[in-house]
Structure formats: structure tokens, C-alpha cells
């Protein structure tokens, strides 16, 4: 009794893989995952043409893709986020067909309801037994959760685990079990894990960051919504982690414990459990490897699935019970609209992730942002890109004062007669307009190269191609 | 944002229970078991009729069940077990609808094939937070695993989660999550813990039950599987406790470590993990609260599902990779073939639970049973029911010696050669009937009052109406 294969092609016949066939990858391994390059290449040396790709995120190590694309090797890409190399040449509208652009909620419903039907799922698994009893918490490429996997195995007509530590059976922890294995790779190397880190992952010490973070800090405090019990996520750029350092010291000023953490968890995080500012740790990915040892060693670090995290299909997830949700943007415009899929030159330069699940989950979406990024404006009249809908953003926190969404009257009132600096959406585009001039929107080709699904699964915007230089 | 539900009448008609419908129930609360009773109480109340159930397991505390039964509230039982009154009077003829009765892992497998539809599913929830986050480990009514729900909230139209143990949102510990639960009804108790403890789960005194326990674990120590990272499952019953004392000698005396063990937890397992006898428990229902206590606190002590346990359907369970199961009977034939369902007169005194399913899948199948019980002999011409088939059983253990099925040709010639006492099954047959005469077969009536539904999903045997005295 063994499901193990020893190499790719033969795995490749025993799954039945074929030109046209959809295939499926999770990112836990991020910027350090060798398993997407890896099985592409092997489909090429076997003539495998026209194969659909449905990676949960693309990272600038999957590169190798580009000549894969160009050889008709992969035609098609459905992901929730991508950055790097590939992201430019499907700005440059290389690529025949659109990228389908998910959220991390969205992923597992379109999946539920057949709308991404995965013939083939390869699970990057830092050890596995010869059964394919799974988890992300053990060997040398140990990623911690591998929440994003979840919904592929439960749906692709066959798994395949790809290990790089093949443990005794029964595999101690079992993250995903035998149940949903077909088959289970050996090879050297899953990814690098030293490269999960990926983006920032520091507080920031710009000041321009540390007065947005004080001031998010601030709107928490204020909005009524900081009480024992609150529950919080944010991501991990340098400003949202300053938040989260100021919003420490508020709840330890006023003996505040919060109930859950969620998100793509990091060391701020991890502290944040481990002194008791929060009860559990609720985790679809890992950010760091201290979020790795703590999922593997605290209990209350608890391991989530993307479905768990945001499904809208499901019969409730997370995200629903989020009270504040701390997020970035590229470009915000005055109906509060928020852009993370494109920079305001229309490249891409990531996607919704659970920009979009936990802004229209939560009771209080922050967005924080400096007025002006790289001599350009933040606010617009009208982003290059909708990834999140105005009407699921309440706050947006600057430098320079807090804009608060029209819709929320009350908490605009609220924060106002607390003190804080409130002042229209458009004041602040006036402000930063004054300094960097009124922006050019870019002009963009006609070509569509990406398709921006929302979570419920409808088309609420499409990504153009940028004109090449 | 909260599903708690007050009352049951509400519940039922939140979920469109109807008259018709099927309603599940999981039985690790056991004896202990509030839920079903309850459930079924409010149903009559609230006038429903023709109600079909799919518990795991009916025990004597569900002897309500006969009322309503009667009453035609309840008019068809599909479960894996039972005992006590109600399978007393369904032994006697008294309902109209035969009773279907599974194997662990069939349940699972009916409920994907669509042959159990369940309208809703009763969870009785040791704790669960306001969203239905559930687990079996906290609270006053803490039963460990929940191993046999897993499928039924899986495959249930709607989920019930009713708990007594309402903790702060998240709970801290998820074995189910809130993804699948619609409702969660706060009860006074769901059960009585104490009486998850029921059967006997201590080690036997009696002389004849310490020979044939000896002699079970000879089989296990010759048969050439008892070595480094073997896997074991053994019963509650006293002679298999004390099979697991003898073998726990051999292992220490030969240095031998195992895997896992398997099936329902007791304390001499919990202490097997504990000692080091081996790494890991899988653990699908604890029948004591040692083994309760082990699985919330011992990351080694996993929770499986009944489909990671034994379903056939599946990828793969871990009964596949089971190398010896100790397993009792209530009549075994010259053919091999068991009986679990009967005793002799054909009354129903229990069900298949894992049996068939670890005969199947196991590399080593031994029945410890005393050749004479009651005064009648266990060895027979036919089993009154037959409910795991012969060619899955390999070795039968008495206290008067071993008999090895023919089809384990190899097995039985090393057995004799390394010493122990074989013989045929029909010696031993006749031994018993020395001293007991040739029993009588039973008379039963020709209404069937069940089916023995083999894991497969086929139908192996049906049990007939015993005559009223």
C-alpha cells in the first residue's frame, strides 16, 4: 500500500493529463515555491500543450512561466494575485487569453460551483507519508498552513502531493488526509521557505507610514468597535504593521483583549497571541517563519481553510465576523473604489488576495495609504482598476487626515466628535493634486488581459493591456 | 451575526423539516447520548411524522425511540449498531421498515453515493461558538473525537449543531467549522460524559478470557508483522484489553515500536502513546475520558474522520494500512464467516461498527472468543447473521487453541512452526460440542427486520424477526 510515483511523467498518465486539462497549485511556498516551475517543465518535455493553470498566486519565481506561455504550454491563467515578471508580460498582453482574477473567497466558490474544474490539484507538501496524509509543519520546506489547498483537494478530479519529506506512516500531523491523495511525488526540493518572506514584513520607520499607521491606530480607538472581544486582521506592509504596533499599545493602555487575528500571519502577529492580545490566531498562510513554528506548536494558532477564511458560498466563514480589517491600494478614487490588481500606469502588479473577502466581511475597512506614492496621487477620480467595490470601504486613513466613506454617516460623526482630523475624500485629492498636479490617466491598448471576478463570482472589472514602450 | 437558534420548533422549521424527511445523529456520546431523544421528543410534539433516522449507533439510553416508533413518528432506522431495548424490539418484528444496518466505513461511502440522504444532521457539539465552530474536547459534556459526524455535516442538506458548552466566538479548538453548520441550539445537556464509558473496558479477569488473550498475542508475536512501525487495532472488550497487556509485554521485551493504533480509544491505548508503544493514535470515537483528556491534550493523539477511518470510497483509509486487528464475535461458522449483529437466538445485540471494515483492510484479522458461551457453543455450521464475511478473518483465537482460515495457507504452516496449537476449525468445533451437544439453529420468523449492508453497499445477509415467547 503506497501511492508514491516516482516521477512526473509517470504521475502525468496515472492523473489521465491532457492537452486542454486545467491543473492546480496553492502558494504557500510564495516567492520560494519550485513546484509550479517544476511540474511546467515536465509537461513541456512531455508535449503537453494548451494546459489551464489555476495557481492560488503567481510570484516573481515563476517567471520560467513566460516562455511556457509563449510555447503554448499554458494557455490560460485563473489566480488571485501576481506579481513579477509574469504580471508584466501579461500587462504587455502577451497572452492570448485574460487572466481570471479571483479572491481568496471567491477561488474555493468558483471551484464549488464547477466555474474552475481542476482535473489535476499538486500540492506543495513539506512532508508527506507514502499515503498523502499532509501537513505544511514539518521538514525542511515547512510553510505552515496550507489553507489555500484545501478547496483543490476537495475538488480536483485527482491530487497529486508533491513532498520533499517523506515521513513514516502515519504522518503525525495531518493537515489534509489520505482521503483526497491520489499520488505523491518525491522530489529534492519543494521551494526555499527562507523566501515566504516575501514583500515587507518590517514596521515601518518612514515617518509618512508611522503618521498613517498612528492615525489608523487612532480611527480604531475611536470607532467604538475596540472592545474585549474585537477581532482584527491586516496585511503585512510596513505601515499596516505599525498599525498594528500602535493599536498594541492602546489595548494595553485600556486592558483590551481582542478574540482573533486573521490573515496571512507574521511575528507581529505571533507576539500578539503569545502575550495574550489575542485568543487564537486564525491562519490561511503564513507569512514568516515564526508564524510557522507558532502554527505548528501553539493550538490556538489555528490553521483555516480559504473557505473557513471567505468563502461567500459557504455557510459562513471568517470574514463575517471580522470587526476591522487594516488594507493597502495602489490608487483609491472619490467613491472609494480601491485598485491592488494595477499600478496607475494599468500594470499589474498584484490582485485582490482577501483585499476584496474581508473589506465586504468586515464592520470597519480601513484603507491606509500615503496621499502620494512616487510623485503620483493616490486619489483618483476613478481607479484604473476596481478590485474592491466603494461601498465595502469605510475609512481611508493618510498622512494627512481621514476621509470616511459617505455611507457611514454615524462613524464619520462619531470620529469627527472624537477629535480626529475627518475631512471629504475630495479635500484630500485637492491636497495632494496641489503638490503633484492633476495626474494623466494612463492610456491603455484595447486588448483585455485580465478579468477582475469579485467573490460572488461576477465580472466587476477588466484589466487592459499597457501600451509598450 | 449569530445562528444560535432557541428552540427546536424553530430549527425544524428553519431547516424545512418535513414528514419523509431523514435526520442524522452521531453516537460518541454514546449511553450518555441526550440528543436523539430529545430531538425525536420535540419532533412528536410538534405532530411530525414518518420520520427516517441515520444515527451511527442506537444504544439502550434511546429506548424512547419504541414509542415513537409506534406512534409513527419514526418509521425507518439506518444505522452501524445496536443494542438494548430498541434492538430488542426491533428483534421481535415490531416495526415495519427493516432496519439497514452499515459498517463505519459504509456510512460514509451511502452518504457520497446519495443511498443516506440527510435532510439534517443532529450534531450533539461538546462546545461550539455562536457560528457553529464545534469540537468534541471542551465543556462539561466532552466526548473527544468527532469522528463519525464529519461525513454527516458533510452531505446534509442542513447541520444542527446543538451543544451545551456555548464558548466566545472562535472557538479555540475547530473540528468542524462553521462552514457547514446552519443552526446551533443551546441545550441544558447533551449528554452524560460518564456514560461514554460503556461495554467493558477493562481488562478481563477471567482465566479463559487471560488464555485466549495470551494466546492472541502468540498469533500476533509469530505471525512476522510484529515489528518496527506495525499498526494495531484492538476492541474494548476484556480479552482484547488483555491481548493488548500481553502484547505490550512482547513489544517491551523485543524493543519494538509501533505506528499507530487505531479504533475506539481507551486508556490502555492513551498509555501506549504515552509510554511510547507508539507515535500516534487515530482516534474516530474515545470510549473512556482518559482517552477524552489525551486528544485535546496530545497533538499525537489524532482525530479521524469515519471516511480517513474506513471508507471505502475514499482515496485511501487508514484500514488499509492496518496490519493486525483483534476483533470479537458472537458466532463464528466453519467457513470463517462472523457474526456481530445476533447472538444465537437471533436477537440483535450490536452491528458491524468498524468490524467489517478493519477485517477487510487489515493484513491480520484475529477473533478472540471463548469456544462456549452461555452454554452454547460460538463456533457454528452457519452464523445466525452473517456480518463480516469469512475470506476477510484470518485467524480464530480460543482458549482451547488457533485455527487458521485456509485461505492463509502460508500464515498457518509458520504458526504451527513456530510452536502454537492449530487446529481446525471443525476440531474445535467438535471440542465445544463434547461438552454443549449440537445446538439447535434458532427458529426466527421469516420477516425481515434488517440488512446487513456490507461496506460495499451491498446487502450480505438480512436478520429475521425472532419468535415472541
Known sequence: MSKIVKTFKEVFKLCGLKNGMTISFHHHMRNGDYVLNNVISQLDECGFRDIKIAPSAVFPIHEPL????????????????????????????????????????GRPKA???????????????PSSDKMGNINGVLGSSACGSLGYAF????HAKSVVAV???LVDYPNPYISIDETKVD???????IGDSAKIVSGTTKITRDPVGLTIAKNAASVIEKSGLLKNG????????????????YLKKVMLEKNIQGSFGMGGITKYFVDFLNEGFFKTLMDVQCFDLDAVKSIKE??????????????????????????????GATEIDTNFNVNVHTDSNGMIIGGSGGHSDTAAGSKLCIIVTPLIRARLPIIVDKVTTISTPGNTIDVLVTERGIAVNPNRKELKNKLIDEGLKVLDIQEMQNIAQKITG?????????KIVGEVIYRDGNIIDTIKAVNKR
Chains 1, 2 share one sequence.
Open 183 to 189: 499520488y505523491v511525488v518525491p522530489v529534492s526540493k
Open 66 to 105: 513566460i516562455e511556457y506561455i509563449k510555447k503554448g504550454v499554458v494557455t490560460s491563467i485563473d489566480t488571485n494575485y501576481m506579481s513579477g515578471s509574469v504580471a508584466e508580460f501579461i500587462s504587455l498582453g502577451e497572452m492570448e487569453q485574460p487572466v481570471k482574477f479571483r479572491s481568496h473567497g
Open 438 to 446: 492633476k495626474p494623466k490617466r494612463a492610456r491603455l491598448s484595447h
Open 151 to 154: 478547496s483543490d483537494v476537495e
Open 230 to 245: 474585537f477581532s482584527f486582521q491586516t496585511g503585512a506592509g510596513g505601515a499596516s504593521l505599525a498599525a498594528a504596533y
Open 111 to 125: 471551484m464549488e460551483d464547477g466555474e474552475i474544474k481542476v482535473d489535476v490539484a499538486f500540492v506543495a507538501a
Open 163 to 165: 513532498t520533499d519529506y
Open 298 to 327: 501553539n493550538p490556538n494558532h489555528i490553521e483555516i481553510s480559504a473557505s473557513l477564511y471567505a468563502n461567500p458560498n459557504s455557510k459562513s466563514c471568517v470574514v463575517d465576523n471580522l470587526d476591522i480589517v487594516i488594507l
